[in-house]
């Protein structure tokens, strides 16, 4: 009998989202400033769930019987989903004002509600763009020994070596200018920050596959786990440059990251990696199956962009802090899933 089998499936993927915190606001009043708790701001972006959409995404698996009897196999798996993105753009055109709230606690001033004026009528002219993404893919290798069979069906007990990575970032950059009639007329404030969370898990995988046909159907379920290393790095910076008649300033402090939290931090912690999947099939030919099933595969302890900005909006813009360190570098941590269904072909012998 022919040693190899495989399939190749097209997937319909879903993740778990993110919840970011409000990121850019505007007011009813032309004098409004934006800042969270005054009855004229209104919401532009943020306060919400980001890349929880649809995406596209696909799976190979190839594997190749280790006996003659079919009672061993050696399996290979790779999967991925497509980039998941979101944006929000704006300008004085759109919206005549522009903000960006945060919660001001620099040294000497009472902690209170403020922002960032991007636009402002008579004031400033500017623009805000808010980019992200999330890109999340794995594989795995793994032995399938047969544990019990019978009446059309076996379960194979599996086990072997999983691998996992997500990638999710965030850029907000803001562009103004001082109109005439104001202090330093003429002058361009460039502001930005970014952040950048990877995740990368590497561990065994314990497991249970199943097969069963009776006719021209089948049913393919695997459930397994696995434990192992995974490593976390959150990458933040911010900057800030001033251009008055030519003359440039810059400042490696942005909004959101500013001395207190910025840089690159490496951690490694214990992580999980359970998946599901369950899969129907249904014979086309002798030997191919064409197949319709459901897939979910989750990361504990994942490390994504809302858990790398200060939860508070905090901001001490002194240039060297001595009071509140904020924003605040602080981390957190939550389990991130994808799911989905899927349509494929198996080839089996």
């Not at 544990?147 to 599996?158: A, I, K, P, Q």
């Not at 695997?222 to 290393?229: D, P, Q, R, V």
């Not at 909004?255 to 990696?273: E, H, K, P, Q």
């Not at 302890?301 to 001595?322: C, F, H, K, Y």
Request: contains cysteine.
């Amino acid at each position: 009998p022919c040693q190899w089998f495989g399939s190749v499936d097209f997937m319909m993927m879903w993740r778990v989202g993110d919840g970011l915190p409000l990121l850019a606001t505007t007011s009813t009043a032309a004098t409004g400033t934006g800042a969270i708790g005054v009855a004229t701001t209104r919401r532009l972006f943020g306060n919400d769930r980001v890349l929880d959409e649809l995406t596209a995404g696909g799976r190979v698996t190839l594997g190749t019987w280790l006996d003659d009897q079919q009672c061993r196999s050696l399996v290979f798996r790779g999967w991925g989903a497509e980039q998941a993105s979101y944006g929000f753009s704006t300008n004085e055109d759109r919206n005549a004002v522009i903000a960006r709230p945060f919660f001001n606690v620099t040294d000497g001033v009472t902690p209170a509600n403020a922002s960032q004026i991007i636009a402002a009528p008579t004031q400033r002219d500017g623009s805000i763009d808010i980019n992200g993404s999330n890109n999340v893919f794995g594989g795995d290798v793994s032995i399938r020994q047969r544990w019990l069979g019978g009446l059309g069906g076996y379960v194979d007990v599996l086990y072997g070596y999983q691998y996992m990575r997500m990638e999710d970032d965030l850029s907000i950059a803001t562009s103004s200018t001082v109109l005439p009639g104001q202090t330093l007329q003429g002058t361009v404030l460039d502001v930005a920050d970014f952040f950048d969370a990877r995740n990368e898990f590497h561990g065994g995988q314990l497991g249970l596959a199943a097969r069963y046909r009776e006719g021209c159907w089948s049913f393919n379920g695997t459930i397994k786990a696995a434990a192992g290393a995974l490593k976390r790095t959150a990458i933040r910076s911010g900057r800030t440059n001033r251009s008055l008649a030519g003359v440039n300033a810059a400042d490696p402090n942005g909004l959101l990251v500013r001395s207190t939290n910025a840089g690159t931090i490496d951690d490694s912690t214990f992580g999980w990696v359970p998946e599901l999947d369950a899969t129907l099939g249904y014979r086309w030919t002798s030997n191919l199956d064409l197949t319709f099933g459901y897939h979910v595969i989750a990361m504990t302890d994942a490390l994504q962009v809302s858990g790398m900005i200060d939860r508070d909006l905090a901001v001490n813009a002194a240039d060297t802090p001595t009071g509140q360190r904020r924003p605040s570098g602080a981390l957190r941590f939550d389990t991130f899933y994808v799911h989905g269904i899927h349509f494929g072909l198996q080839c089996r012998y």
